[in-house]
């Protein structure tokens, strides 16, 4: 039996599993149900498809990345997603922690690998359950409506098995290639983060996409919704 560390479960600055709105939101979400399994498959969903999925959310600071503004803003990137769903978890005595892995996407959006400079996804986030003995992963990121436009099915999850990205989408074409894992945490490890973007994107890059953050606000971001799809 896997011994629990108490940093699983413990809230954090950014994974506020204590906080009134994610403590109520997560006790509403698994309603009446007791299994921890059955749990975390209700918080999985209510994540994935409940917040949308925006590559272009403000991404420097600890407070982006904070469950409760996460959950209060209802959009935001893999690891905001995999924030939140990592405090709904512990909010409800499940064991939980962020798993991070490079990605290689061959579905994006024509603005966003040029907004990027790359295919690779650094540091893609993901959360990870403690369920019966055993880790389990689970892959928030993208909500049905994103699937749609990228004809690939949504991410199921069902508390025993990994939920990863498939490697095909529906029209058999390359959709997703794991590169690296980086390992699990207890807490966004934002400097390491960081660090793996200037090193693989160019730090002038990642600081123009901070001014831009700056100068526009988030409100003012792209509409990821309306980009055109591409075939990388």
């Known amino acids: ?17 204590g906080h009134p ?11 009446d149900s ?9 918080l999985y969903y209510a994540v994935r498809d409940g917040v949308l999925y925006d590559p272009y959310s403000p991404f420097y600071l ?27 978890g512990r909010a409800c005595g499940i064991p939980s922690r962020l798993g991070f892995a490079t990605v290689r996407s061959h579905l994006a959006t024509r603005q966003l690998i040029e907004f990027m400079g790359s295919d690779l996804f650094v540091y893609h986030g993901f959360t990870e359950f403690l369920l019966e003995g055993k880790w389990v992963k689970a892959t928030p990121a993208f ?20 939920s990863l990205f498939q490697s095909y989408n529906e029209e058999r074409k390359r959709f997703m290639e794991y590169v690296a894992y980086h390992g699990s ?13 200037e090193e693989t994107y ?3 890059r990642v600081r123009a996409w901070i001014r831009l953050m700056e100068a526009s606000g988030s409100g003012a971001a792209p509409d990821f919704y309306q980009e055109d799809v591409l075939e990388t």
């Open 34 to 42: 007791q299994d921890p399994v059955e749990r975390a498959v209700k």
């Open 21 to 31: 709105d994610v403590a109520s939101f997560a006790a509403r979400t698994v309603a």
């Open 1 to 17: 039996m896997e011994t629990v560390d108490r940093a699983f479960l413990d809230p954090t600055e950014i994974i506020d599993s």
């Open 185 to 197: 945490f207890a807490d966004v490890p934002l400097a390491e983060i960081l660090r793996a973007w």
């Open 202 to 204: 160019g730090r002038e």
């Open 143 to 162: 909500n049905r409506e994103l699937c749609a436009r990228h004809k690939v099915a949504p991410l199921a999850f069902d508390g025993r098995q990994d």
């Open 62 to 88: 600890p407070e982006h990345y904070r469950a409760s503004f996460i959950l209060e803003r209802k959009r935001g990137y893999c690891v905001c997603k995999a924030v939140l769903l990592c405090a709904l």
